[in-house]
């Protein structure tokens, strides 16, 4: 009877491994083939309800929230269980013999999945087998760690498929962004002129991949060219698309040739209200320049004050209105009109580079800047530009750049 005893036994354990093993290949099988979330899930049902008996489990995953993704013998709601406060104390597989917990009293068993101290799941289960199912196991630590394995494979498969869906979004993302970044581009001038009469020369670095600085060089006639720069509120994708409706806006505004400044300014201002919806607003510089006459007519709307000097003193340019899409109608506007002396330099920069800040929290400031272009003065503005640039650098250390960073130096012969 002791032989008996001993050979069914054997006969069990040897029946058990021989569906450990299937299951596990099935899982497998399904895993490899990139089967959808919902064909594993039902494998992995199939398995608790019809192979191993059990009537009632459910089985939380953590996603952005705590979801139930199988709930199997239980109708309705389960009231009073809360996954934070009432199951992470769960670091291993442990019977429930008596909880105060009216949602976790129903269950019997509770089986965790952890990844590096970080809660995946919890499987909850009763051990009510319908006793009449092909193998008929009794419960066990044996089946309970079978049990552990299966929803561990389970919980580490749709982990992978949710962090792959999530870097094909993250690449989707990145893509997008570099042709926004390759059509920002586009916003700004190709070829700088410089010859006898003036020399201008532009550098832009973004904080990301696109960003909602903006300059511009837009001639007239052989006398007569605009210089201007701007900065959008706020950063990324949004800001950038503001940035290039505004300049297809101011571009079709010139090309009417309504050259008036106050005009632009009132115009330029609807435009914003309209596309940004109150959210956004724009600082701009803007200045139209005769190299006949000499006479730079500007207006500034709220940017940061262009620096003109002569390299000895220095003046800023700081009369005009409030940055552009503040106000549904601009309050005031006070342009002004300025001679340029021979040998002058015109600094337009937008924030990112005064309110660049060092690792003791120091600014760049204007004064900074101001003394870089007196001490390098007789430098091309190309070279200007690149040695402020790596000033920059050097001053923030290893600190990021704060924000979008962009100087456009002019040089008037």
């Not at 919902?38 to 309800?49: G, H, Q, R, T």
């Not at 929230?65 to 709601?77: A, E, M, P, V």
């Not at 200045?287 to 003193?313: C, M, Q, W």
């Not at 920069?349 to 101001?370: H, M, P």
Request: proline share 2%; aromatic share 10%.
């Amino acid at each position: 009877m002791k032989r008996d005893a001993t050979i069914k036994a054997i006969k069990e354990e040897l029946k058990f491994k021989d569906f450990e093993l299937n299951s596990l290949l099935e899982i497998t099988k399904g895993i490899n083939s990139n089967q959808s979330l919902d064909y594993l899930l039902s494998v992995y049902e199939y398995i608790l309800k019809e192979q191993l008996g059990l009537q009632k489990f459910v089985l939380y995953k953590k996603q952005k929230t705590w979801t139930q993704l199988i709930k199997t013998g239980i109708r309705g709601h389960i009231n009073e269980l809360n996954i934070e406060e009432d199951l992470l104390r769960f670091k291993k597989i442990t019977l429930i013999e008596s909880s105060s917990n009216k949602g976790l009293n129903q269950f019997d068993v509770v089986i965790p999945v952890y990844h590096q101290n970080r809660a995946l799941a919890f499987l909850l289960l009763t051990e009510d087998a319908r006793g009449n199912n092909e193998l008929n196991f009794s419960s066990s630590i044996k089946e309970l760690s079978f049990i552990e394995t299966l929803t561990n494979i389970i919980v580490v498969a749709i982990e992978n498929k949710r962090m792959t869906q999530l870097g094909l979004k993250q690449e989707r993302i990145k893509k997008e962004l570099e042709v926004a970044s390759e059509m920002q581009k586009l916003l700004f001038p190709d070829d700088l002129p410089s010859d006898k009469r003036f020399d201008l020369a532009a550098t832009y670095t973004a904080r990301h991949e696109v960003g909602g600085d903006y300059y511009d060089f837009i001639r007239i006639n052989d006398d007569e060219f605009f210089v201007c720069i701007a900065d959008v509120s706020g950063k990324g994708v949004g800001a950038a698309m503001l940035m290039a409706n505004f300049q297809a806006t101011i571009r079709t505004l010139l090309s009417f040739e309504k050259y008036d400044l106050d005009y632009l300014i009132h115009e330029l201002n609807r435009k914003v209200i309209h596309a940004a919806k109150g959210e956004k607003f724009i600082t701009f510089f803007i200045g139209k320049y005769n190299s006949k006459t000499r006479k730079f007519h500007y207006v500034n709307a709220g940017h940061n004050h262009p620096i003109l000097t002569t390299g000895k003193k220095a003046q800023f340019l700081d009369r005009g209105s409030i940055g552009l899409g503040m106000l549904d109608e601009i309050p005031f506007i006070e342009s002004d009109e300025i001679e340029i002396q021979p040998n002058s330099t015109l600094i337009l920069y937008t924030d990112g580079i005064v309110e660049l800040q060092n690792s003791a929290g120091d600014y760049f400031e204007t004064d900074r800047l101001i003394k870089l272009i007196h001490s390098f003065y007789p430098l091309k503005m190309e070279d200007l530009n690149n040695l402020i640039f790596s000033k920059l650098d050097e001053f923030k250390e290893k600190e990021d750049l704060v924000d979008d960073t962009a100087i456009f130096s002019c040089r008037f012969f």
